[in-house]
């Protein structure tokens, strides 16, 4: 219930700075959105039919009283309400961010796994310097170096992600097979090193001592006892990654010209389409609040003492 009540409390806060932030954006919202030879009078009219020219608090209340009724209020340049593109630009996003999840994760923790029981040796080597590598170069550039190769040079993949309109699913995974692997890249070297971390710190503990003495073979050690504690620091890292995640949508979504809450946003964002902006990063807020307490619950499910509040 702690846990619950201070997410709530982040998103408060988190919807009083995209409502600073927004309005700290440079231009007039009539103006941008009647463009530059606009009669100044259509401009003033405009911002008074959409509430913009009252005072800041007034519109933050009246924002917050729609938010808190599930009303995400009326995008500014469709002149319609933003759950209508919201919805399907979340949809999008998920499906990528999914993607990405279904790839990483195992590939992450294998590598991982694999590096530390070979710590030392080259494999272990390979696996930290090429994940930790890949790891600083940004999205933008591996997914020009991917789009070069395996879309314009070999043609295996499409350099698009949008589909068809009656796509099925595995088309739909085959055209975003390419865009998620600019992410896959920046964050399997965080999730490796951490499941490697967690590993040698499992390998090293008495209780795996104990399994081994007892009798129990080297795979079911690893299966039984090492796993299952090394999983603990690697959820956390996952967790946090998909705020990062859903920050490299926005360039991916870009450079692949796909419809997602990313380019929504920076749509938004371009127009001063405040309402969409707003409404896009209190969804992406909403989406980590709930992963974090995921992976509390998960947590909590592989180890006793968090469970039982440290009395297992």
Known sequence: MKRLLLSLLTLVLLSMLVFAGGRMLPGNVGRAMLGPFADQRAVDKLNQEMGTDRPLVVQYGSWMADLAQGDLGKSYAY????????????????????????????????????????RGRAVDRTISVSGL?????????????????????????????????????LTQVYHL?????PLVLVLFGYIARMARAGTIEALDSEYTRTAILKGLTYPQVIWRHVLRNALLPTISVIATQTVYLIGGLVVIEI??????????????????????????????????????????VLQAMLNPRIRFGGKA
């Open 79 to 118: 002149r319609a309400p933003v759950t209508k593109f919201l919805g399907t630009a979340a949809v999008n996003s998920a499906k990528l961010a999914a993607v990405v999840f279904l790839i990483v994760v195992p590939l992450g923790i294998l590598g991982g796994v694999i590096a530390a029981l070979y």
């Open 133 to 169: 590598s890949a790891t600083v170069v940004p999205e933008f550039v591996s997914g020009i170096v991917l789009i070069l190769i395996f879309g314009v040079w070999l043609k295996w993949f499409p350099i698009s992600a949008t589909w068809p309109r009656d796509a099925g699913f």
């Open 255 to 296: 450079l692949f010209r796909y419809q997602g809450i990313g380019s929504l946003i920076y749509t938004a964002a371009n127009k001063k389409d405040f309402p969409m902006l707003q409404a896009g990063v209190m969804v992406v807020g909403a989406l980590f609040m709930v992963s974090t307490l995921i992976a509390d």
């Open 177 to 181: 097979i390419l865009p998620a692997m």
